[in-house]
């Protein structure tokens, strides 16, 4: 079993809100403060998959590199 050395990555900061709490899960609003604007999200699941894309995304190619209505 081998381990990666870890890389170094830039950190996120985003604002959520939390309207609801239906289904068992959470609705609301991020905003990715170093990137584009805001997003709404309609599970938890879902919030997570859009902060894990942006921190991805801005490793890459820099903040800002996700569009609002890009699918996640």
Not at 3 to 32: D, H, I, M
């Amino acid at each position: 079993m081998s381990f990666e050395e870890p890389t170094e990555t830039k950190n996120a900061t985003f604002l959520v809100k939390v309207f609801y709490r239906q289904n068992t899960t959470w609705q609301g609003e991020v905003s990715w403060l170093e990137g584009q604007g805001t997003r709404h999200f309609r599970s938890l699941l879902e919030l997570l998959l859009f902060m894990d894309a942006a921190i991805e995304c801005s490793a890459i190619k820099g903040s800002g590199c996700l569009a609002p209505d890009e699918p996640i």
